[in-house]
Each structure stands twice: as structure tokens, then as C-alpha cells.
């Protein structure tokens, strides 16, 4: 989910401990026009979800992040 792909803004710029489900809604927002255009499928956009969402994982659990508003104890 880097920026470029087809003039789409990725979450490259955005610090781990910074990311929200904004960020990637936006992205998701403008992936589906390249989808629809044939360039990528489906699968391949699920696919760099899911890679985002085990770094993500692992970023919590390594640097002992937590949710805005969730109680870190």
C-alpha cells in the first residue's frame, strides 16, 4: 500500500503508531476505480490488506501500541 500505484495515495507516509482506519479507507476508496479498470483484482487489493494488517499486528505487539481509546493495560 505505497503511493504510485496508479496515482493512488498510499500509507507510506504515515507513521505506524500515526495509521488509522482512515488512512486505509481512503486508499481503499482509490484502489476500487483501478480494480474496476481491470489492473488489479480483487484479490490482489485483499491481499495487501492483509499484509498491512499483520505488520500492523506485529507493530502492537512489538512497540506496545494501542487503539486511541482503548485502555492500554
Do not use: C
Request: net charge positive; hydrophobic share 40%.
Amino acid at each position: 500500500m505505497i503511493g504510485g500505484t496508479e496515482s493512488v495515495d498510499g500509507v507510506d507516509d504515515v507513521l505506524i503508531n500515526e495509521l488509522r482506519p482512515m488512512h486505509v479507507e481512503a486508499w481503499r476508496a482509490g484502489i476500487d476505480p483501478v480494480i474496476v479498470r481491470g489492473r488489479y483484482s480483487p484479490t490482489t487489493a485483499n491481499g495487501w490488506l492483509n499484509i498491512l494488517r499483520h505488520v500492523t499486528k506485529a507493530a502492537k505487539r512489538q512497540l506496545h501500541l494501542f487503539h486511541v481509546g482503548s485502555n492500554p493495560a
